[in-house]
């Protein structure tokens, strides 16, 4: 009787997934609906319109100087604009009119644009810049990103000279200060002036910005919703509107997508050849500035990952095109990586050392070092990183090293890789997108620094971003920071994978994709050229 | 009966006290930091410990309960560590979506649950009764998740009849809108309460069937449907308000994976952010949300109880 009542069961359910299969197959010819992306013929920029972009989850913080996560920043950076922006080598400037440097990198003037003005129409000056700077630096205001305008443990200095001028004094020579400077978006300082806690202040829920886009509503858990800034200094943007819509689920924003919900929206490569199927969606892999590599623990109880032929072992016993393929699914997807820094950032070289494609070493050198196991944790559900780990075990399986893999939430994960002090695990996925310039990655490779992940340490690799960082000469630096790359390399601190791309899906419908220029974490650099067609 | 609503909600206090403690300690022996929830690779030492002490997580676990509880005692649930926005105002901005997505599920459940489970109970082992059982059978064994994804493949990507996500269309804001939103996320919920209430009707009906009353009533000549419908439901309503009752708290919580799938802007989803960025007094503000919920729920079944079936109150 039970086995009857289970057999039940499973015929229903084939027969659920068969009819419902069936219906779908069936409903292929049917027409999409009216907002499901057909394509039209004209191409000629037009103005109105919504569009509407998935994001993963709430904004966090619409404020600029606190925001961290993916989501707040893809907004902000329609509702706030940037002084300038740097992309893939390119700088274009915003509210910035010019930005020069002394030549002893001691000293930035900022100049503006003339006539800008917030989206409630007060005019935004100098005044403003230094306000946001002070209030970054201010510790009571908590920001996440003072840290940034400290240089030398000591804070740089905002100093209005005229309304549409501001002169930065750095405390030493600091070469890296666009870099850092690119990264802030000036907050109005007519709105904020005078609250106590810039972080809690319920202003931030009716952001006011430059952006072209301004503010219009917010759902909890459902939208956003932006409109048009006609006064936007970039000339008038082409949309009505701009709406966020919160789709958390990764199948349901996909299925969204696909029923024309959705206008854009990531898509990972498992997905992509689905989306592109429906005809409606143009699938643009672009370079977020990204490396995706795998994280040796020098500081593992097993006691042999800081010596270096052990971790260059793990390098000769991995393909690392085929450590893409397994990850990525498509070379299309991911640049194979040498180098830490990424391919947009100033000095990157990819021509270094590599230990890649050699069992017979991988396994002498192993054996050396008495290495029989190695512990990979991952994020559990994460299929790209379960992908890695499986491929790395299959490979040192051959080279007569156990991998155990261990699959662990979200927030253990963190806790346990980025928290400092576990000697519990060997290896793991990491990934990193740092800006294009060089010392931001000092962060990252020098002895203790706190996102010293791997816990790598080389005295002359300290040396090297210590000098870089305080070199005013470009091609004194370059050399510094080349020597950098060889040295992290020839040590394998770090396993590099790929520079990894974003897939975005823009439905055909939008045009003025390439003035709107695809950019790292938050889409588009400027919405207010995007138009449908 | 005043008795017995001082004395239960009396009871109530060192309840919610007992859920609080227990609920923080398992968030906190949970293995994780919020701070490295949105920790990035560029931030600098200073300002992650900045941070941490700002949020008060730089103190030893029980001196942040206690913070937590004085802040409780003066009627504030607290802040989110993640959008720093008060946790009561989170929950209250969110209890309409999921209490009307609950209601409408528990309702629609609890309609068709009763003559389901009258009908498979009266005609047990017939083929109506194994019908039924099959359907409740698949309402306790599918993932809820698969079911919400498939329906919403058939009836949003292949037939266009419903929206596959959200509450509302952007810019419309009619009841209507709402409604339409609401019926696949509405249905997927009722599948599931629906098994489970038809399984304990049924077998209360089974049960009720063998009772004297039962007989004497077929021996009057009383038709089928009368005894069922009249005499044996009137009985079988005691285990249905034990369920509603229980059913309360879900009005909170029931309805996480359901809510993450449609994008529903409910308290799940909520909850859902919440467990991933290990946001402690945003899941104490739900728990304890859900636990008075719960506690109000049982007591108000009592209550019922006494107008369902006056021999309870007499016992009392």
């Known amino acids: ?308 032929e052990v971790r260059q072992a793990l390098g000769y016993a991995l393909n690392r095109e085929e450590l893409i393929t397994a990850a990525y699914l498509s070379p299309e997807y991911a640049d194979p990586a040498h180098s830490f820094l990424t391919p947009d950032t100033l000095f990157h070289t990819n021509d270094v050392a590599t230990f890649d494609n050699d069992a017979a070493k991988a396994k002498e050198l192993f054996q050396q070092a008495g290495v029989t196991k190695l512990r990979f944790v991952v994020k559990s559900g994460d299929k790209t990183q379960e992908s890695i780990a499986l491929y790395v075990q299959q490979k040192l399986k051959e080279v007569g090293v156990a991998v155990e893999i261990q699959s662990i939430d979200a927030s253990a994960l963190n806790s346990k890789v980025y928290g400092g002090t576990s000697t519990d695990f060997d290896l793991t996925v990491a990934g990193y997108i740092m800006g294009f310039d060089p010392d931001a990655y000092s962060i990252l490779f020098t002895t203790d620094n706190s996102s010293n992940y791997s816990h790598y340490s080389n005295k002359q690799v300290d040396e090297l971003f210590q000098k870089g960082a305080g070199e005013a000469d470009a091609a004194k630096r370059g050399e510094l920071y080349t020597q950098a790359q060889q040295l992290v390399a020839e040590d394998a601190a770090i396993y590099p994978i790929a520079y990894t791309k974003t897939i975005v899906a823009v439905d055909k419908r939008y045009g003025g994709v390439e003035e709107a220029v695809l950019k790292p974490v938050v889409i588009f650099e400027d919405l207010s050229k995007i138009y449908l067609k | 009966m005043r008795q017995l609503i001082v004395k239960r909600l009396a009871q109530t206090i060192p309840m919610l006290f007992f859920v609080s403690i227990v609920c923080f300690a398992m968030i906190k022996l949970a293995p994780g930091d919020p701070v490295m929830s949105f920790v990035t690779p560029n931030m600098h030492a200073e300002d992650i410990e900045r941070i941490r002490h700002s949020l008060g997580l730089d103190q030893p676990a029980y001196v942040q309960y206690v913070q937590w509880l004085k802040q409780l005692l003066s009627g504030n649930l607290g802040y989110s560590l993640i959008n720093h926005q008060p946790v009561l105002d989170q929950i209250i901005d969110r209890l309409p979506a999921t209490a009307g997505l609950m209601a409408c599920a528990i309702g629609l459940a609890v309609i068709l649950a009763i003559p389901l489970g009258l009908v498979a109970g009266a005609n047990r082992n017939r083929w109506s009764d194994k019908l039924i059982n099959l359907v409740t059978y698949i309402g306790i064994s599918v993932p809820l998740f698969w079911l919400a994804i498939l329906l919403i493949y058939l009836f949003a990507i292949k037939l266009h009849w419903l929206p596959s996500m959200g509450m509302r269309t952007i810019g419309v804001n009619s009841a209507a809108d709402v409604l339409k939103h609401g019926i696949l996320p509405c249905f997927v919920l009722a599948f599931g309460f629906l098994a489970v209430y038809v399984r304990y009707i049924r077998s209360s009906t089974i049960g009720q069937l063998r009772e004297e009353y039962v007989l004497i009533q077929k021996a009057f000549g009383s038709s089928r449907y009368t005894i069922l419908f009249r005499h044996v439901l009137k009985h079988v309503l005691l285990p249905i308000i034990t369920l509603l009752g229980m059913s309360m708290g879900d009005l909170v919580t029931g309805a996480i994976v359901t809510e993450t799938v449609f994008t529903w802007p409910g308290i799940g989803s909520l909850g859902m952010t919440a467990v991933r960025g290990m946001d402690y007094p945003v899941l104490m503000g739900i728990t304890l949300f859900s636990s008075v919920l719960l506690i109000l729920g049982n007591l108000l079944a009592d209550i019922a109880y006494s107008f369902a079936d006056p021999r309870i109150k007499t016992m009392r």
């Not at chain 1, 000279?161 to 907050?187: C, G, N, R, S, Y």
Request: hydrophobic share 35%.
């Open chain 1, 1 to 308: 009787m039970v086995m009857s009542k289970k057999w039940s069961t499973a015929i229903i359910l084939v027969l659920l997934t068969a009819l419902i299969t069936a219906c779908g197959s069936s409903s292929n010819k049917t027409t999409p609906s009216d907002n499901s992306g057909q394509q039209t013929e004209t191409s000629a920029p037009k103005d109105g319109g919504n569009l509407i972009i998935g994001v993963g989850a709430d904004p966090v913080i619409l404020n600029p100087n606190y925001a961290g996560d993916r989501v707040s920043l893809t907004i902000d950076q329609s509702l706030y604009a940037p002084l300038f922006q740097v992309n893939n080598g390119k700088k274009t400037y915003y509210l910035a009119d010019s930005l020069t440097a002394s030549e002893d990198s001691m000293t930035y003037t900022l100049k503006l644009k003339s006539g800008l003005t917030w989206h409630d129409g007060q005019p935004l000056t100098a005044d403003d810049v230094v306000f946001t700077i002070n209030s970054i630096l201010d510790e009571k205001q908590n920001s996440m990103f003072r840290g940034n305008l400290m240089i030398g443990g000591k804070p740089i200095e905002a100093k209005k000279i005229d309304d549409l001028t501001v002169e930065f004094k750095m405390p030493q020579a600091a070469p890296a200060f666009e870099a850092t400077l690119v990264q802030l978006t000036p907050i109005p300082k007519h709105i904020f002036e005078n609250e106590a806690n810039i972080e809690k202040s319920t202003k931030n829920n009716t952001p006011v910005g430059s952006g072209p886009f301004k503010f219009k509503e917010y759902k909890t858990g459902e939208y956003v919703t932006l409109e048009r800034f006609d006064n936007y200094f970039g000339g008038k943007p082409h949309l009505d509107s701009v709406t966020y819509r919160i789709a958390k689920d990764t199948n349901a924003a996909n299925l969204a997508l696909q029923n024309g919900e959705l206008n854009i929206n990531y898509v990972s490569p498992q997905d992509a050849p689905t989306i592109q199927g429906t005809g409606n969606f143009d699938l643009m892999p672009y370079s977020e500035g990204r490396l995706s590599y795998i994280l040796i623990n020098e500081k593992s109880d097993l006691g042999v990952l800081n010596k270096k």
